[in-house]
């Protein structure tokens, strides 16, 4: 299948790979010559390492660094689902106030950083399954003087303790979506704060969630095909709660 062709699957972007070639530590040094820092317009308060167009920084990367099958740089974008939750944690930071975060599917690490900025306990969690991500949020830490935990792994199913876990953009996939929403809701009904953003993908599960805020988040049309997306905020709630109403 071409490049493009593979682009062209999927509402944003094709899934993940599943049989993904591990990669070796990915350089840092690539990351800042193939981006630039700026600021969402959203988040004034977050700088990020990011490019405007992700078809040919996908390109340069397998061509420039010898690595095929690489997933595509979801890293190098603030997504409208996270941007519409990182906004509403900076806005609301009694949210995560002195609390332990994980940021689920954390690409840029903009969800992770938000949360410390916000007086989240630090090192925030951060994962992501891609090891370019561990090293672009990193970076994005750096530049914004924050501490974030982030590492690489498949942590589906898995429950460190964590008091609020974070998603951002992570419904843009049905395989995706049928993983993580019974874990989310799994750590739901133990307890956790489970909040994710979301800008209308079709896999989001709206009736299983509960709307907390909505925002309209500017984006790259190169990306979504839209200048702005409505992006809402939603609450992760255990499916017994959700049908008593609580
Ligand atoms: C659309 S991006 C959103 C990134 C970021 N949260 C944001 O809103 O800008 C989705 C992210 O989920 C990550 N992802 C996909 N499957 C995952 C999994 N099983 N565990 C952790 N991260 C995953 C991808 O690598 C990607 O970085």
Redesign the pocket.
Known sequence: MTRSARWADCP??PA?RRDQTPVKTPPADFIRANTAIAAPVHLPEIRLHLADEALSLWHKTENELGLLGL?PP??A???A???GLARHILDFPELVKGRSVL??????G??AIAAALAGARQPVGA????PW?VVAAGLNARLNGVDIDVCAR???GHDEGWDVVL????F?DKA?TD?VLPWLEALAGRGAQVIV?DPGRSYCPRDRLRLEATYCVPVTRALEDADVKTTSVWRVIAPEQLCRGV
């Open positions: 944003i972007l993940l997933p979801f890293w974008f603030a997504w689902g996270g941007q940021d689920f599917g954390t690409g840029s903009v969800v994962i992501d399954v891609d991500s498949d942590i589906i998603a951002g953009d992570v843009y995706m993983r953003g």
